[in-house]
């Protein structure tokens, strides 16, 4: 009888997100004792259940490089991590994509959405809502890839100590205010009165990025070749330690151009 209740069992995110979902069909066959049938049928459902690797949280002010570096990271390793498509109220900016590089919603749709629990977190970053929906993650989780936040500070603060997430913590430095603002200005996304704000917002990132403890590296993103290495390799030594400890996870490299 437990072999038919067990015969199509979902585990979902037990208590921690990085379990990854997995389904099982038992067989249901005679079973030779109550005992002996619950032993193997609970034996073969814990191992199937595999822990994914940990999420990835990269965070720094605007302009200091984080979506950059993130796309040096995706090329290299494409199998290994997947992007957590977060949603944000801010209108898109020229090549960005609905449901890609954001889920852009109204501030009624957002509401609604934070009402109806979907946010692992949100926060109101230079007069727009942004947050991480509870489905971005599982998505990317379910593929068994690392899964990447690319949040501000305020997300962070929601997200470090999470049982449910356990996340790695990256802080993408700048190396002065001045360049913050010679590179936002370069990008030109930017209307001045969001610059100025997304300024007046750097100097306290940069504070709490850079208080020890508050993550595990800080990434110094003056010369980008020198920060995307330190930040690979933090990474690459990361996930070697996890696929030490039995959690599956790719990291087949391709090749990279000096660019
Ligand atoms: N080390 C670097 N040296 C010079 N320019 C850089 C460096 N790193 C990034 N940039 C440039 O700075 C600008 C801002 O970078 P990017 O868009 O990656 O920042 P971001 O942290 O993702 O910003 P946001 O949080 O607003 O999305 C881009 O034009 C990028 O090409
Ligand atoms: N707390 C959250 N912060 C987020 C999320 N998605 C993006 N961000 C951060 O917002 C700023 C501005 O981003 P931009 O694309 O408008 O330049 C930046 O610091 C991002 O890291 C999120 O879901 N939650």
Redesign the pocket.
């Known amino acids: 009888m437990l072999l038919n209740i067990l015969k199509r069992v979902t585990i979902r995110n037990c208590s921690a997100s990085n379990l990854l979902i997995c389904q099982t069909n038992v067989e249901s066959q005679s079973a030779p004792s109550f005992s002996g049938a619950f032993t193997k049928a609970f034996s073969q459902l814990s191992g199937m259940v595999k822990q994914g690797p940990r999420p990835l949280v990269i965070?720094g002010p605007?302009g200091s490089g984080?979506s950059t570096l993130l796309k040096k990271l995706f090329k290299e390793f494409p199998e290994t991590f997947g992007f957590s498509v977060?949603?944000?109220t801010?209108k898109p900016r020229p090549g960005e994509e609905d449901g890609v590089h954001y889920h852009f919603v109204s501030v009624e749709e957002m509401q609604a959405a934070i009402e109806n629990g979907e946010f692992i977190?949100?926060?109101v970053?230079?007069g727009?809502m942004?947050?991480?929906s509870k489905q971005a993650v599982e998505n990317v989780q379910q593929q068994g890839k690392v899964c990447v936040l690319?949040?501000?500070i305020?997300?962070v603060k929601q997200v470090r100590n999470s049982d449910r997430l356990n996340p790695l913590l990256v802080f993408v430095n700048p190396p002065s205010i001045a360049e913050l603002e010679r590179r936002l200005r370069g990008r030109q996304t930017e209307t001045e009165e969001s610059l100025q704000k997304r300024l007046n917002t750097a100097r306290v990132e940069i504070e709490y990025g850079s208080t020890p403890g508050n993550f595990d590296i800080v990434v110094h993103n003056s010369n980008l070749k020198q920060a995307y290495a330190a930040l690979r390799d933090f990474i690459v030594r990361e996930l070697e330690t996890q696929q030490n400890q039995g959690i599956n996870v790719s990291l087949t490299r391709v090749a990279m151009n000096e660019d």
């Open positions: 965070c605007s984080k977060s949603h944000t801010r977190e949100t926060a970053f230079s727009n942004y947050g991480t690319d949040i501000e305020e997300g």
